[in-house]
């Protein structure tokens, strides 16, 4: 369990969660590349390929600019460290709230999540690069979602596989364990009317009631997935952060 997640109870104010949002460019991306501190010039400089470059920038482009305006801080003195497991956060006693925060890129979109106080994971995929889902499914899905998988139309199955796969994301994400944990031992429940629900293989000593989790389009052409250690669900913005330069 992470520590540091604010204690939870019926008098807990819901929890706020800001997505901000950019499409990846070179404009985006030159601004970017000038608040680079010199450890990210050093992985940008090993780029090959020119998409990945630009999202990456972009990335960094938001992730600086955006918590700088939060933090009243200049962009380049925003201070980002690397976890073991590659998540990315604060240096710790930067500004007075406990900023959280995860990043997540694909084809045509960058989305950054912040909460102050609990650990938040963030996934976008594009519905355009989909492909193999069934496969891919039955490798690494939970048996229970493979199931259902195969319970629901051809069409219904494509979104239904989108579903699973950003919130499976969003939840290592907001571990900051990455694929050290096995996507096989948690499954995700979509049937019912309610909010999505979880249930974790007890070898993952981790309680769905400390979970909320969200889904968006926000883009005809995408799916985010959002994952926040809150039993509350959060009150939630999504915003194109593009729109403020
Ligand atoms: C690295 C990983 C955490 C996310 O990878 P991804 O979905 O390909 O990439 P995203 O764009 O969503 O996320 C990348 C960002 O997550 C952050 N990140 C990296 N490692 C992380 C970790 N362990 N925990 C939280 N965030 C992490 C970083 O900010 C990274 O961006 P950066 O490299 O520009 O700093 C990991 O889940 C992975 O390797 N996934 C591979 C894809 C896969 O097999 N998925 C199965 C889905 S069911």
Do not use: M
């Not at 010199?38 to 992730?63: K, Y």
């Not at 918590?67 to 003195?77: A, D, K, M, Q, V």
């Not at 989108?162 to 969003?170: I, N, R, V």
């Not at 694929?179 to 993952?204: M, N, Q, S, W, Y």
């Amino acid at each position: 369990v992470d520590p540091g997640d604010q204690p939870e109870g019926d008098a807990t104010a819901a929890p706020e969660v800001a997505v901000w949002l950019a499409t990846p460019s070179e404009a985006l991306a030159r601004e970017g590349e000038a608040l680079l501190s010199a450890a990210e010039r050093e992985r940008c400089d090993r780029f090959q390929h020119q998409g990945a470059r630009a999202e990456f920038l972009t990335g960094r482009w938001l992730i600086r600019t955006t918590l700088g305006l939060r933090l009243g801080l200049s962009p380049t003195e925003v201070p980002i460290c690397i976890g073991e497991h590659g998540a990315l956060h604060l240096r710790p006693g930067t500004g007075d709230e406990d900023l959280r925060f995860n990043l997540s890129h694909t084809r045509g979109l960058v989305a950054l999540a912040i909460a102050a106080g609990r650990a938040v994971g963030v996934d976008v995929e594009d519905r355009e690069r989909q492909s193999g889902r069934l496969a891919i499914a039955e490798r690494f899905f939970a048996p229970g979602e493979v199931a259902a998988l195969r319970q629901v139309t051809p069409e219904q199955a494509f979104d239904r596989f989108l579903d699973y796969w950003t919130l499976k994301e969003a939840y290592i994400k907001a571990r900051g364990l990455g694929l050290a944990i096995p996507l096989k031992r948690f499954a995700f429940e979509l049937d019912g009317p309610g909010p999505v629900t979880v249930r974790f293989d007890p070898e993952l000593g981790d309680d769905p009631n400390r979970w909320s989790f969200e889904r968006v389009d926000p883009t005809p052409r995408h799916r985010l997935a959002l994952a926040l250690a809150s039993r509350r669900p959060p009150v939630l913005t999504v915003e194109w952060a593009s729109s403020r330069r």
